[in-house]
């Protein structure tokens, strides 16, 4: 991971589905001790490793599919919001991220580490 802030912001959009998964698998107690670790800033490298997954997997943003036709791999502009970015309550994290216009709100409005509405502001 590029830094600490970044981690943390990854992990903090994962959480959603890992907490589904882990505990999916009878593991929700080893999740809630991960997040409890992050908090008490462990780096999150160290924490991703402990529960056996793997940097890449904490990534919130969609993998691009590769294969099917060739004009699938050319990037499609998004939109750009003329009004709100959400960041991280506390700034702890990297967090920083436009709505799209209409689009669902980032993380769901939350930053789930500390369950906590994010905070918007202009952009």
Known sequence: MSDERDG?????AALAWLRDEFEGE????ELHAA???VLAETPVRQVIARLGLAEHELDDEAATVRGGEP???????SPRSAGEIYR??????????????G?????????WLRDRPLRIVEA
């Open 8 to 12: 943390r912001r990854r992990f903090c």
């Open 26 to 29: 009878g593991r929700g107690a």
């Open 35 to 37: 997040t409890q670790a």
């Open 71 to 77: 004009w699938d791999m050319i990037p499609v502009p």
């Open 88 to 101: 991280c309550p506390d700034g702890w994290c990297s967090l920083d991220r436009p709505r799209e216009p």
């Open 103 to 111: 689009g669902p709100l980032p993380s769901e409005g939350r930053c």
